[in-house]
């Protein structure tokens, strides 16, 4: 068996974490949530930990400006840390792995691109690796990052409850097309608003499609869609706003109103009764 038939992502993360163990005197959440949430030395704190990469290719085109690329690679690490309630970054170590052709001023770029994220939002980069690859291999960005947020105000995926209603902050779709991808702003503010009353939380990267069903298993609920409400970016239709991903908006649930900021697209029910088809996924 190949990775193209294991059954996607969230099938080989399943097979792989079966034989991993947390300790429950340190780890709050592992594997499972938008960011790994670990105990500190103060129990109102948590620590966070996050990983992403972005992959030329994959995640940007081979001629992408190299300070968006930068921000991007930054920015999806901070969109996790924002998706656990609002929480505040602290540190980031960055791993680059390139071939050794690449130009130098391309790579600094990409460093211009991760200090402007720091600058915005207040972290330090302490810190990383670089690594050659293959000549012709496509360039690969790995961002990890610590975060710290009360404890009261942490927003697992696991919350949902049946009567909550779902709602998404912005726009969905059209992202890579568009080039929104490349310049969005994780939802930090928005997230420390819905912290006081959302039940659950995380960022839409792979889109609606493929993310609600995460959240839904995570809280071992089902949901309910209006589709008439998904609110759509710019010209595109309601698939791409599903299942294009790249979003980096946030989907949560709330018992009773969502905050100004969000749309209110179904509800959480007992079984899932508009099944989702598609999103991104690596492996498929």
Known sequence: MNLSEIGGEDALIDRLKANLAT????VIKGIGDDCAVLKTG????????KTDCVVEGVHFAENTAPEAVGWKAMARVLSDLAAMGGAKPVAALV???????????EIEGWYTGFRKA?????????GGETTSLPEGGPAMISISMTGEINRESCIFRSGAQIGDLIAVSGRLGDSFESGRHLQFEPRFDLARTAAGSATAMMDLSDGLAKDLPRLATASGVGFSIDFDKVPL?????LEAALTDGEDYELLATFPDSAPAGFTVIG?????????????WDHFS
């Open 23 to 26: 300790d429950p005197d340190h």
């Open 95 to 105: 791993t680059v792995a390139v071939e050794k052709n690449r130009a130098v001023s």
């Open 42 to 49: 103060d129990p109102e704190i948590y620590g966070l930990l």
């Open 267 to 279: 509800k959480i029910t007992e079984t899932i009764e508009t099944p989702l088809k598609g999103g």
């Open 118 to 126: 720091a600058d915005r939002y207040e972290f330090s980069i302490v």
């Open 233 to 237: 970016n710019g010209e595109c239709n």
